[in-house]
């Protein structure tokens, strides 16, 4: 059974730091192509960082370009979202995501608020 499984949002101030992760299961972690997306409420799902099968090349969305630091441990079967110098625009529910070709898994998502 396929289980992505994210933890580490909260509460943060603005410039503030969290650290997602993400647990996967069920299928070969380092065969996939992993990414972190993020929804606001009333806004589109839009994508935050991918980061290639072996971690060797990673991307990230303009908006969190220099603050935020995609990773993963493959021996731990485990994506990570490093999140520096937050802001109130931050604010979403971040949600992980595995691809290999046609097949796609979603973790249920973790909300991360940034507010004084």
């Known amino acids: 059974q396929v289980q992505l499984v994210e933890s580490g949002g909260g509460l943060a101030q603005p410039g503030g730091s969290l650290r997602l992760s993400c647990a996967a299961s069920?299928?070969?972690?380092?065969?996939?192509?992993m990414k972190w997306f993020r929804q606001a409420p009333g806004k589109e799902r839009e994508l935050v960082a991918r980061i290639s099968n072996t971690g060797g090349s990673t991307n990230y969305a303009d908006s969190v370009k220099g603050r935020f630091t995609i990773s993963r441990d493959n021996g731990k079967n485990t994506l990570y979202l490093q999140m520096n110098s937050l802001k109130p625009e931050d604010t979403a529910v971040y949600f992980c995501?595995?691809?290999?070709?046609?097949?796609?898994?979603w973790g249920q998502g973790t909300q991360v608020t940034v507010s004084s």
């Open positions: 069920g299928f070969t972690f380092n065969m996939y192509t």
């Open positions: 995501n595995a691809n290999y070709i046609y097949r796609d898994y």
